[in-house]
C-alpha cells in the first residue's frame, strides 16, 4: 500500500517538476502532497475527489492544492480500452514554496502569499482564466532554465490576480491524512463510484471497512464533514450534470434513472438542492452556449 502523503519526486537541484501524466486513471489511490500542486486535464473525463468535495472533471480542468490535501481523480471507464491504455492525459506542476519563503512577507509577494493560502481550501479556476492559464502551463513545460522560473512567477502572478475561481472547501474543513486511512477511504471512494448508478447501500459501504452501520456513519461524517447518503446524493448529481450537458438524447427522466434516482421527483429535488436550479433550467443553460 503506498503511503498517504506521496513525494513528487522533485530534485534537490531543482525548484519545480513539470511532467505529462498519462494512464488508465490519473491518480489510482486517495492521497496527498507535501508540494503545491497544479493540475490541467488535456484528455479523458471523470469524477474528481478533493478533500470533502465531489466535482466531474473534463478536458480544461484546472486546479490547484496546497500541500496535504487529499486527492484522486477517477477516469470514466468507457475512455479504457485495450488498444490505448493511456486515455487520461493531464499535465502537473509541482513546487515547495520553500524556494521563495523568505520573500513571501514581502510588500511585492503578498498578492501571491494570499494565493497561497487560498490553496489551502483547494482552488478551481473557470472560463477564459482556466484557458490562459492551461496555455500558460504548457508554456512552462517547454522552458529550461532561468526563463522556466519566470515563467512559473508570471503564472502565479496572473493566478492571483484571476476573479474567475472557485474555492473548493470552506475555511473550516481540515484534513489530516494519515497512512492508516488511505486504504479505507479508497474502498468507500471506489465502491461508491462503482456503484452510484444503482442502489448504494449503507451497510454494503459498512462491511468493506469492518464496521456497523451506526459506526460507519459515525467515521465518514467525521472524515468527509457529511453524511455517507449526502455523498452518494452528490456524486450521482455530479454525475448527472455532465449527461444533461453533454447528451441532449436522453430524456431528464432517463437521466434520473441513469444516475440511480427510483424517481423523477426525487431527483428534481435533490438536483435542485445542490445546483439550486432544475434540472431542465441546467440543460438549457448549456444549450444556449
Known amino acids: 500500500m503506498k503511503s498517504a502523503v506521496q513525494k513528487s519526486s522533485i530534485p534537490a537541484s531543482r525548484i519545480f517538476v513539470a511532467k505529462e ?35 466531474s472533471f473534463t478536458v480544461g480542468d484546472l486546479t490547484f492544492l496546497a500541500p496535504g490535501m487529499p486527492h484522486l481523480w477517477r477516469s470514466d471507464s468507457i475512455y479504457f480500452n485495450r488498444r490505448n491504455k493511456h486515455t487520461s492525459h493531464g499535465l502537473v506542476i509541482y513546487f515547495k514554496s520553500d524556494f521563495i519563503a523568505e520573500m513571501l512577507d514581502k510588500e511585492e509577494m503578498q498578492q501571491i502569499n494570499k494565493l497561497f493560502i487560498k490553496a489551502k481550501r483547494g482552488i478551481e479556476y473557470r472560463g477564459d482564466t482556466a484557458t490562459r ?37 470552506n475555511a473550516d474543513y481540515r484534513y489530516r491524512l494519515k497512512d492508516a486511512e488511505t486504504q479505507r477511504i479508497n474502498l468507500v471512494y471506489n465502491h461508491a463510484a462503482q456503484h452510484f448508478q444503482s442502489a448504494v447501500l449503507l451497510r454494503d459501504a459498512a462491511a468493506l471497512l469492518n464496521m456497523t452501520p451506526t459506526s460507519f456513519s459515525r467515521y465518514f461524517r467525521m472524515k468527509t464533514s457529511k453524511s455517507f447518503s449526502e455523498f452518494i446524493a452528490e456524486l450521482r448529481i455530479r454525475h448527472a450534470c455532465k449527461l444533461l450537458a453533454e447528451d441532449d438524447r ?14 423523477l421527483s426525487n431527483f428534481n429535488r435533490i438536483f435542485r438542492q445542490f445546483m439550486k436550479t432544475t434540472p431542465k433550467d441546467y440543460r438549457k443553460a448549456f444549450s444556449s452556449l
Open 250 to 263: 436522453k430524456s431528464i427522466q432517463q437521466i434520473s434513472l441513469a444516475c440511480g434516482f427510483n424517481t
Open 133 to 169: 492559464l492551461a496555455q500558460m502551463m504548457r508554456q512552462i513545460a517547454s522552458l529550461r532554465g532561468a526563463e522556466s522560473v519566470i515563467a512559473l512567477f508570471q503564472m502565479l502572478s496572473a493566478m492571483s490576480d484571476a476573479t474567475d475561481y472557485h474555492l473548493l472547501h
Open 21 to 55: 501524466l498519462k494512464d488508465k486513471h490519473f491518480d489510482p489511490t486517495w492521497h496527498a502532497h507535501n508540494e503545491y500542486q497544479l493540475f490541467l486535464v488535456l484528455s479523458g473525463t471523470g469524477t474528481r475527489f478533493i478533500g470533502n468535495t465531489v466535482q
